[in-house]
């Protein structure tokens, strides 16, 4: 049910990756909030079922899905000019969420996957980021905020994951860099960390790799991707209108 008077009453959201795990329960959260919230995703099939499910809350505000490949220069450029067509503004909260995995060894793993991941990951958000900061630039919103989805592997490495820890690791520099750049806009740029969550991202991870990583994590359990959304709530809302630049690991306590 979305709040009658929430924490973000009256902002506009964008949210890649909307259509499944992390980025849908943030889709979730944020509308509870009050925000309208832009579902985009390559699944577009996904993306609306998502926002149907916004619908389905119950609250007064418009929600839109659209379609988009983050590591598509022109894609993402026609998503920002759809969701300025249809609400006349730029998005004053960004999450890039949109993320894939191409898991092998490092004697293993072709250079396609490697780019794969690269594209979408850490391009991707480049991206998405570098379009949205110009058009809140643009039209002149007085407070955003960018939070981008890094990951605890980006920290720790992990054995089959070099393309993957690699981009998430560049996602944490890229935003302390950005964080810099826009904080004269008061556009302010975090980072998430999450460790293991429960979402189709991780199914596919053998179940003995899932068994070690839960014998890591001091709860001893994996996180759910609601976890995760309350986190990028409290960076999207005022509550921390004096944070940027910041990496929030949200990993049950998995060390770094
Ligand atoms: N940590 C520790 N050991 C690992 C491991 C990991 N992440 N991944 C594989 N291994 C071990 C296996 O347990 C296995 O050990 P034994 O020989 O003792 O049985 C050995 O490496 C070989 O593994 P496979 O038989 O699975 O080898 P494969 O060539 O068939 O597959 C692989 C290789 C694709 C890397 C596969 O093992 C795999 O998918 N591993 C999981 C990688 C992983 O952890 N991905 C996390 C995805 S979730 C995510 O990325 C979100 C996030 O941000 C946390
Ligand atoms: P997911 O696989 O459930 O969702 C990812 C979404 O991104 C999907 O809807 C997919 O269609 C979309 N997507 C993929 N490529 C895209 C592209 N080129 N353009 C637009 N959308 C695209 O994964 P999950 O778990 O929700 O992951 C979300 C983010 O969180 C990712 O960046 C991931 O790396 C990160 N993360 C996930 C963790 C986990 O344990 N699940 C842990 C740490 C970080």
Redesign the pocket.
């Known amino acids: 049910m979305a709040s009658p008077i929430g924490l973000l009453s009256g902002r506009l959201a964008l949210v890649t990756g909307g259509g499944s795990g992390i980025g849908r329960a943030v889709c979730h959260v944020l509308a509870r909030e009050g925000a309208r919230v832009v579902v985009a995703d390559l699944n577009s099939i996904a993306a609306e079922e998502t926002k149907k499910y916004l619908d389905d809350m119950g609250g007064r505000n418009e929600h839109l899905a659209l379609p988009v490949d983050v590591s598509v220069g022109r894609s993402v450029q026609s998503l920002i000019v759809d969701i300025r067509g249809k609400f006349n503004s730029a998005p004053s909260i960004v999450v890039n969420s949109a993320g894939i995995?191409r898991?092998?060894?490092l004697l293993?793993m072709d250079e396609n996957s490697w780019n794969a991941v690269m594209n979408v990951n850490l391009k991707g958000t480049f991206l998405v980021t570098q379009a949205a900061a110009a058009a809140i630039l643009d039209d002149k919103i007085p407070m955003s905020s960018i939070i981008n989805i890094a990951?605890?592997?980006g920290k720790t490495g992990?054995?089959?994951?070099c393309n993957?820890a690699a981009s998430?690791a560049g996602v944490e520099a890229f935003t302390r860099s950005v964080s810099k750049e826009l904080a004269k806009h008061n556009v302010r740029v975090n980072a998430v960390l999450?460790?293991?969550?429960e979402t189709p991202?991780?199914q596919?991870?053998?179940d003995?790799?899932k068994e070690?990583?839960k014998a890591l994590i001091p709860f001893g359990r994996m996180g759910l991707p609601e976890e995760v959304a309350e986190v990028v709530l409290f960076l999207a809302s005022d509550r921390s209108s004096y944070v940027t630049g910041n990496c929030i690991e949200v990993s049950g306590g998995l060390a770094t």
């Open positions: 995995t898991d092998n060894f293993k990951s605890i592997i992990n054995v089959g994951q993957y998430k999450p460790g293991f969550i991202m991780v596919s991870v053998p003995k790799v070690k990583f």
